[in-house]
């Protein structure tokens, strides 16, 4: 089976959140189930730098405005397609935002080449490669599904992961020519949505099938609080979107041999991430549990409820540390928050390496998402013993068992759950987490259950090749 995966973002390379890891993963996981994944990429500087031996496979003269190739190279055990075309991708930083912290214009051109690429190949092949599959993920990928009825290629199937419904890839209805869209498709059942064009609409009516990184998720696309505006469309294609959840890179992910810390492979060998992590960030030593956060900083993430709550996980004798970026009130709130008390240590900015020392020295990472497509963050606590304090929704829900008198007395147990998603329940969660945390027998066994789920990529990459074989036989 051979598929071709087309991503704006591609862990090691170029990151801005979820997706990247998951489109950075998914090639490994599913070689092991035979699906050959090549994924094809925007040349973004940090790709561009990153290439070796590249070997130039396609030409074109006028890709959206300015010549373009395709080089093939393989990088960090990536099989990959980039798209070397200056005059879209040679822009510095965050592969989204301009200097100014705003979307560059040309975005819906910029990701519409990447799609109209993404169509040639699978249309044509590349070297001789023809993949069966055209696996794009989100809107940047959104039109593919378009190009590929233009050029006929009614012998490729396609999928459409839905990472984040949030984003929907919005343009003018002006934008039609330069975007090469067929103007006859701009109506409800093609690409258009609510009076604009949308490349993530397009994909969705457009796709063979449809996925989402959690099977929660998937149920919740369907509905008005959750679907922003496309639940209409979830419901119409329900029978073709299946919720897969995400896995994490075990390797990357691994207490036991992380190099960014005092490695452990049981809850007691945490003490030494704890105490490195307390000394790093000036915390004191504290009776009660240290808590993490890794996030980007949007209202998505419920960090506001946090800052909420603070006083509440402070009484427990509680501490946290928190890592993130993004929403510069939510940034200078934490700032302030950390100034102002010696138990609160915050770091605004993006550092991977850090990360893995904050989830491996916190003794619960919290998660308080309003919604949440799968999240990684909890995965990456589970398997470092660090319990997740998650809100009810998404993925969360899928990935925690809720410390309830039930579960503890099955001793099934990895994390604690709240809902609704409020300052209310998340105050209660973090009163049981200083209750539980006292607890050392207990606390131990949830830490001891959630080391052992299982978070890796086995089970959902063979979803993913059953799904491709289904698409294929037909
Ligand atoms: P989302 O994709 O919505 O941001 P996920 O939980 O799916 O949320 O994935 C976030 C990914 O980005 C995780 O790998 C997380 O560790 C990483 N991440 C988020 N913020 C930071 C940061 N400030 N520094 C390092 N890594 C971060």
């Known amino acids: 089976m051979k598929v071709l995966s087309v991503a704006s973002e591609c862990a090691p390379l170029v990151k801005t959140g979820g997706l990247a890891d998951v489109v950075g993963a998914l090639p490994a996981a599913l070689a092991q189930q035979g699906v050959q994944m090549r994924t094809l990429l925007p040349g973004y500087p940090a790709v561009m730098a990153a290439l070796v031996e590249a070997e130039p496979l396609l030409d074109f003269d006028d890709l959206f405005g300015g010549p373009a190739k395709v080089l093939a190279s393989r990088i960090a055990g990536l099989d ?12 510095p930083g965050n592969p989204y935002l301009g200097p100014d912290g705003r979307d560059w214009p040309d975005n819906p051109e910029r990701f519409a080449a990447l799609s109209w690429v993404g169509a040639h190949i699978a249309a044509k092949g590349a070297g001789g490669w023809q993949p069966q599959v ?8 959104g039109f593919a599904t378009e190009y590929l009825r233009q050029m006929k290629a009614g012998h490729v199937r396609s999928v459409l992961t839905i990472h984040n419904i949030a984003f929907n890839g919005p343009a003018d209805p ?9 103007p006859g498709r701009f109506h409800s059942e093609g690409y258009e949505f ?3 064009i949308s490349a993530l609409k397009a994909g969705l009516m457009g796709a063979d099938a449809l996925t989402t990184v959690s099977p929660s998720y998937a149920e919740e696309l369907m509905t008005p609080e959750f679907g922003m505006g496309l639940e209409g469309v979830m419901r119409h294609r329900r029978a073709s979107l299946h919720g897969i959840l995400n896995g994490i890179d075990e390797d990357a992910w691994n207490p036991a041999t992380d190099p960014a810390i005092t490695p452990y492979s049981n809850p007691a060998g945490k003490a030494a991430a704890k105490s490195a992590l307390q000394a790093e960030m000036g915390l004191p030593q504290a009776e009660g549990p240290l808590c993490v956060i890794v996030s980007r900083m949007t209202h998505q993430k419920g960090l506001d409820l946090v800052l909420e709550t603070l006083p509440t996980l402070l009484e427990q004798g509680g501490q946290l540390a ?28 993006y550092d991977e390496g850090f990360s893995h020392r ?9 998660v308080p998402s309003r919604f949440e497509p799968c999240g990684l963050t909890q995965l990456y606590g589970l398997r470092y013993g660090t319990v ?5 929704t998404g993925g969360l829900a899928d990935t925690v068992i809720n410390a309830s008198p039930a579960a503890l007395a099955r001793n099934v147990a990895t994390g604690i759950q709240f809902a609704p998603v409020t300052a209310g329940a998340l105050r209660n969660a973090l009163v049981r987490l200083g209750t539980l945390y006292k607890d050392r027998e207990t606390w131990s066994r949830l830490q001891t259950n959630a080391m052992a789920q299982p978070v890796g990529w086995a089970l959902s990459a063979k979803a993913y090749a059953e799904l491709y074989a289904g698409l294929t036989a037909s």
């Open 174 to 182: 002006g934008r039609l020519h330069s975007l090469r869209l067929d």
């Open 194 to 196: 609510w009076g604009a």
């Open 134 to 141: 055209l696996h794009g993920h989100d809107w940047q990928a």
């Open 388 to 392: 997740p304090v998650v809100a009810l």
């Open 80 to 91: 990959l397609l980039v798209i070397d075309a200056p005059h879209l991708y040679a822009r």
């Open 358 to 366: 904050l989830i491996a020295g916190g003794d619960a990472i919290l």
């Open 322 to 349: 928190l890592l993130g970026s993004g929403d510069p009130d939510l940034e200078r709130a934490f700032r302030a928050a950390g100034e102002g008390n010696p138990n609160v240590a915050v770091r605004i900015g």
